[in-house]
């Protein structure tokens, strides 16, 4: 076994020639199963050992939805002020254009339309990597401009939520997004076009409280954290230990919150079955 014996004494490499092994080529989900990052993009950032949905963003789920992902992006310039001169650690523009830098994304939503199973569909997709999917002013406009375009274009509309709540550095402007969005979801519901609202890891403070909750059909991921204040903040309110699976999907499921939970591979074809039938219209395969 000569070939395991080291016959060179005191070899130095320097450390700018050390091969490390690359980062992310492993992810390890909470349950402690490991899966080849590779094999997770390709099951659709599940993962295939326990189920696990992984937190994705506007980026992979128009991927999911819009056909071969040719879709048009909605105003997609639209980027917030600081009308507040609000400064915590950090002065809010510079908050701001460090998330853009880190995420390539103007703000916490993205909206779009495209053609989904061969149909027009318009979607507004949050991101939870920018400030926490925080909603803000501009997640509000952009939200009730997709609306708007939805109404014009007597085009179903379907909102994507993932956000820690509202945007404390806007603070009561943020507030106002809450009544904005619902109204504008009221004047959709007049104009008779299809919402579905699906309510993704995690859907919490003043999403639940206004949009994410008003769809004709509400649905979620598996697993998906939905609720307004947090399992923490609930239990040390109320001094009480909470039921085991507390505001997660199958939680709100069986008490009457949502109207079904689907597997991120069948999200495409659940939510244009509810448009057609919505509609009255043939069901696409």
């Known amino acids: 076994m000569a070939w395991f014996k080291r016959k060179d004494k005191g070899i130095q490499t320097p450390t700018e020639e050390k091969k ?14 490991i899966i080849d990052t590779e094999e997770l993009k390709k ?6 050992e326990d189920g696990y949905h992984v937190r994705i963003g506007s980026k992979e789920y128009f991927e999911l939805f819009f056909d071969n ?3 048009t992006e909605l105003n997609p310039k639209l980027s917030s002020k600081d009308p507040l001169k609000f400064e915590d650690t950090l002065k809010y523009p510079d ?5 853009q830098k880190k ?9 779009a339309v495209g053609k989904s199973l061969g149909k027009e569909l318009v979607i507004a997709a949050m991101d939870f990597s920018f400030i926490g999917g925080s909603m803000g002013s501009v997640v509000g406009e952009k939200i009730a401009r997709a609306i708007d375009y939805s109404i014009e274009h007597n085009i179903p509309f379907l909102m994507i939520s993932k956000s820690g709540g509202a945007r404390m550095m806007e603070a009561s402007l943020s507030l106002m997004q809450l009544v904005k969005t619902s109204a504008k979801l009221a004047q959709l519901a007049n104009a008779k076009v299809p919402y ?9 403070g003043g999403t639940t409280a ?11 991921e598996p697993n998906a954290l939905i609720g ?3 399992p923490r903040v609930v239990k040390d309110t109320t001094g009480k230990d909470l039921p085991e699976g507390f505001q997660r999907s199958e939680f709100l499921l069986e008490h009457g919150f949502l109207d079904a939970i689907y597997e991120r591979k069948n999200l495409k074809k659940q939510v244009n079955l509810y448009i057609d039938l919505i509609q009255n219209q043939p069901v696409r395969a």
């Open 210 to 220: 206004s949009f994410a909750m008003l769809g004709d059909i509400n649905i979620a």
């Open 196 to 204: 579905i609202s699906l309510c993704t890891d995690p859907t919490t």
């Open 43 to 48: 099951n659709l950032y599940v993962s295939p």
């Open 95 to 99: 908050r701001l254009k460090g998330a």
């Open 69 to 71: 992902n040719n879709f």
């Open 103 to 111: 995420t390539g994304l103007k703000d916490a939503v993205r909206t």
């Open 20 to 33: 490390d092994t690359p980062k992310g080529l492993w992810y390890k989900t909470p349950s402690g199963k």
């Open 228 to 230: 307004f204040a947090g």
